[in-house]
């Protein structure tokens, strides 16, 4: 069983800036690679970043490339999402992601894989 906690949301001004965190726990962390997905009111959730295992490789939807930032720090089991010049249309409830089995990060954001999500944290975008 893999654990995942989000935090750090909340609510911000447009053009401010966040940073969550998702603590894991419960398996290797290092061996896997992480992603950060998020979801707006009636709407499905959507791919945001992922990172490989070793943090070498990082993968951006479109529509949040040049202002967030995936990264991770192994030693402390510890996966970030840094938001700046955050937009109200970036509101939404974030969640972490991990699979259950090796998965390429660049593909967590185009196929359908089978993992572990966290709880979500809320991040509101103001103006």
């Known amino acids: 069983q893999v654990q995942l906690v989000e935090s750090g949301g909340g609510l911000v001004q447009a053009g401010g800036s966040l940073r969550l965190s998702c603590a894991a726990s419960?398996?290797?962390?290092?061996?896997?690679?992480m992603g950060w997905f998020r979801q707006a009111p009636g709407k499905e959730r959507e791919f945001v970043a992922t990172?490989?295992?070793?943090?070498?490789?990082?993968y951006y939807a479109d529509s949040v490339k040049g202002r967030f930032t995936i990264s991770r720090d192994n030693a402390k089991n510890t996966v970030y999402l840094q938001m700046n010049s955050l937009k109200p249309e970036d509101t939404a409830v974030y969640y972490c992601?991990?699979?259950?089995?090796?998965?390429?990060?660049?593909?967590?954001?185009?196929?359908?894989?089978?993992?572990?999500w966290g709880q979500g944290t809320q991040v509101t975008v103001s103006s």
């Open positions: 992601a991990a699979p259950s089995s090796q998965t390429p990060a660049q593909t967590m954001g185009i196929k359908t894989f089978r993992g572990y």
């Open positions: 419960g398996r290797t962390f290092s061996s896997y690679a």
């Open positions: 990172i490989s295992w070793s943090g070498g490789s990082t």
